[in-house]
């Protein structure tokens, strides 16, 4: 099991959402085919097919625990990541 699979599994269990890394989430949502965009620290994420629409900010080096949990409900959702994604 790679590391953003280990990652993805830390996400679902829902266990640690506060202590999930910033630049690690960004990084699994580019590896599940998100398209990221910058603006000042916001990291805006889409893709087709996805209705929603992901805005990550940043809390020092760390994502927070809101927008882990609205990940997390995309990912169940649209049952993105079920291959692996290292």
């Known amino acids: 099991m790679g590391k953003y699979s280990k990652l993805k599994g830390k996400i679902l269990s829902g266990t640690a959402d506060s202590n999930i890394e910033f ?3 960004c ?3 580019i590896r ?3 398209e990221e965009r910058v603006r000042g620290d916001h990291h ?3 893709k ?5 629409i992901i805005n990550l900010q940043p809390n020092v080096s760390k994502a927070k625990p809101y927008q882990v949990k609205q990940v997390r409900s ?4 649209y049952m993105l990541g079920d291959a692996d994604v290292d």
């Not at 087709?48 to 929603?52: D, G, L, P, T």
């Open 23 to 25: 630049r690690e989430l």
């Open 27 to 29: 990084r699994l949502l």
């Open 32 to 34: 599940l085919g998100f």
């Open 44 to 46: 805006i994420f889409v």
């Open 48 to 52: 087709e097919n996805i209705a929603e």
């Open 74 to 77: 995309i990912l169940t959702k």
